[in-house]
C-alpha cells in the first residue's frame, strides 16, 4: 500500500506560479511511477505528467513548456511546477501512484490516489 498526500494548492492569476507537493508513504521501497492528474469541472479527469523513479517522464501535450515534475526519491517527495498557468488549468489535482518504471496515460493503471489538492487560476 501507498498512501499520498498533496499539497500546495491555491489561487494564483493567469500568467502565474504555483509549486505543488506529493509525498508517498507506506511501501515506497521499490519502483513505483508517480504521476498528476487533473480534472476540471464538468470534464473528465485526465492525465498531465508522469515521472519514474529512475529519472524519465512523460507530459501532456498541454502543458509541454509550462509545467516541470521532479522527484526527490530519498524523501518520497514529487513536486508539480507550475508556470504560466491558464484559467483552463483550474481543477483538483490528483497525485497518484504505480509500481513499476512503465507511465501511463490512463487513470485505470494507477491503483493509489491522493485526496487531490485544489488549483484555481483567475483571469
Known amino acids: 500500500q501507498v498512501q499520498l498526500v498533496e499539497s500546495g494548492g491555491g489561487l494564483a492569476q493567469a500568467g502565474g506560479s504555483l509549486k505543488l507537493s506529493c509525498v508517498a508513504s507506506g511501501r515506497t521501497d521499490s519502483n513505483y511511477v508517480l504521476a498528476w492528474f487533473r480534472q476540471a469541472p464538468g470534464k473528465e479527469r485526465e492525465f498531465v505528467v508522469g515521472?519514474?523513479?529512475?529519472?524519465?517522464?512523460y507530459y501532456a501535450d498541454f502543458v509541454k513548456g509550462r509545467f516541470t515534475i521532479s522527484r526527490d526519491n530519498a524523501n518520497n517527495t514529487m513536486y508539480l511546477q507550475m508556470n504560466s498557468l491558464k484559467s483552463e488549468d483550474t481543477a483538483v489535482y490528483y497525485c497518484?501512484?504505480?509500481?513499476?518504471?512503465?507511465?501511463?496515460?490512463?487513470?485505470?493503471?494507477?491503483?493509489?490516489w491522493g485526496q487531490g489538492t485544489q488549483v484555481t487560476v483567475s483571469s
Open positions: 497518484v501512484a504505480r509500481a513499476g518504471n512503465a507511465i501511463f496515460s490512463t487513470e485505470s493503471k494507477y491503483p493509489y
Open positions: 515521472s519514474s523513479r529512475n529519472g524519465g517522464t
